[in-house]
């Protein structure tokens, strides 16, 4: 951080080595995201929403600033690049990688991060892993991480609005649906690409809902 700069990570609340850590990784992310500003505030606001979520719903809070802040790591990379980089990490791609472009930049930084932050636990490369398509099997972290995408401050419209006036009130599981539900609802109004596996992962969470 710059000399006399508030982080966003003291902000939060943290102190000792978890504030060390994180101010690191938000200085890192200012440089990644210099060119980026908008996906840059994007970050920060996921970081402060998934504490907040993760707070809410007792995950630990330092895994959920850290996923936060790096969940869109390698947003700033052509889609190109992040399919030619999936590809060489061996990302398990359903369908058409160039299709499934525009959500592959979490799996290829999950691959990739832990070089830069080693000191790191895998939960946390998970979630960012997770959140872009999701899975059978989410976490309640990865759970906090994909919500929080969905209902940082800069997200506008009824379905933010909705999503963020149920927490609290109703569980992670439901709230992580909720959201998970009406990502595919904006996906199919819209005539976009249906990742293959997203049918799988709303039966799954449907039928034990």
Not at 53 to 67: C, S
């Amino acid at each position: 951080m710059a000399t006399g700069q508030v982080s966003i990570a003291s902000g939060m609340g943290f102190t000792g080595k978890e504030l060390v850590e994180l101010e690191r990784i938000e200085g890192l992310l200012a440089v990644r995201m210099k060119d980026a500003r908008k996906r840059h505030q994007h970050s920060l606001g996921v970081a402060t929403t998934s504490v907040r979520l993760a707070r809410t719903y007792d995950v630990d809070p330092f895994e959920a600033a850290a996923a936060g802040f790096l969940h869109d790591w390698d947003k700033v990379i052509s889609a190109d690049e992040v399919v030619a980089r999936a590809i060489h990490y061996g990302v398990d791609i359903a369908g058409s990688p160039q299709l499934a472009a525009p959500l592959l930049h979490g799996p290829v930084a999950a691959r990739e991060l832990p070089e830069l932050f080693p000191e790191l636990p895998h939960c946390i490369f998970q979630a960012i892993d997770r959140h872009t398509v999701g899975a059978c099997d989410m976490t309640p972290l990865d759970m906090v991480v994909f919500t929080a995408d969905a209902i940082e401050p800069g997200r506008h419209g009824s379905y933010a609005e909705d999503l963020r006036a149920m927490v609290g009130k109703a569980s992670l599981r439901d709230l992580f649906f909720a959201t998970f539900s009406q990502g595919l609802v904006y996906v199919i109004q819209s005539g976009r690409y249906l990742y293959p596996s997203a049918l799988t992962i709303y039966n799954h969470y449907a039928l034990s809902h």
